[in-house]
């Protein structure tokens, strides 16, 4: 399958109008507002962080979720000492029950920070992607489709560039 992404440098005044947004209106932010997640398909918490999966943020990613911290913070370079045992603890708990429920070959786990690196709710959210070896992007990471990008980018402005294969 090939998947085509038309990149054309509007993502990030969009993703810079989203978090305005948010931070306009903290009221509504679906990742700071706890009762959203009572309606989420599943919840686990400890003391400092929530897991949910909820399909409205799963964008046909099947059994993704995130991990959100219970107090408004705004990236991941913001989390206490606490916060980040905290984190990685629930983290721990959420691949157990993936691992159990679902089976997965393996996960994509990643934080998106500030516009420019894809982050449009400011409040730091870890995702976490099971992912399987029948998935049609099976072994693309997400420096994958950055690296990838890049080449396109870089063959659209030389075109005397040719594909070469990745030595990494």
């Known amino acids: 399958m090939k998947v085509t992404v038309h990149l054309d440098g509007t993502l990030l005044k969009k993703r810079e109008e989203e978090g305005a947004y948010w931070l306009a209106h903290p009221d509504k932010n679906p990742l700071a507002i706890r009762a959203d997640f009572v309606g989420g398909e599943l919840t686990l918490e400890n003391e400092l962080c929530v897991y949910i999966q909820d399909a409205r943020y799963a964008d046909g990613l099947p059994h993704s979720g995130l991990i959100v ?9 913001d989390l206490t000492p606490e916060e980040v045992a905290a ?5 721990a708990e959420v691949k157990a029950h993936l ?3 679902v089976q997965p070959d393996g996960y994509t ?14 409040h730091v959210h870890l995702h976490v992607i099971p992912r399987w070896n029948t ?14 990008a890049a ?18």
């Open 135 to 148: 998935d049609v992007a099976a072994g693309a990471g997400l420096r994958f489709f950055l690296k990838e």
């Open 109 to 122: 786990v990643g934080w998106n920070v500030f516009p420019a690196g894809g982050q449009h709710i400011p």
């Open 99 to 101: 691992d159990a429920a």
């Open 87 to 91: 984190t990685h603890a629930l983290l």
């Open 69 to 77: 911290t219970k107090r408004p913070c705004p990236t991941v370079f």
């Open 151 to 168: 080449r396109e980018a870089e063959r659209r402005r030389r075109p005397e560039v040719s594909a070469r294969p990745d030595p990494a």
